[in-house]
């Protein structure tokens, strides 16, 4: 199962609450972490903005690759 959308039933069945903090400004850049915890098991890996950052890029890279960006 791929979901390729957040729909409210995908958000009732396996996301218990998220927490937004506030943003902050890294290397001239705003970052702001979202905690998700999923039902039964909790927030599966915090990362951090460097981590987003670098993820992000590889799934940029990716859609362009593939054609879809």
């Not at 979901?3 to 970052?31: C, M, Q």
């Not at 905690?35 to 981590?51: N, R, T, W």
């Not at 670098?54 to 799934?59: A, G, L, N, R, S």
Request: net charge negative.
């Amino acid at each position: 199962m791929e979901p390729t959308e957040l729909t409210a039933e995908l958000l009732n069945e396996f996301i218990d609450k998220i927490y937004v903090h506030e943003s902050r400004w890294f290397e001239g850049k705003r970052a702001q972490i979202i905690d998700i915890h999923y039902k039964g098991v909790g927030v599966l890996k915090e990362i951090s903005p460097e981590e987003m950052e670098e993820q992000f890029k590889e799934h940029y890279l990716n859609k362009r690759k593939n054609g879809i960006a």
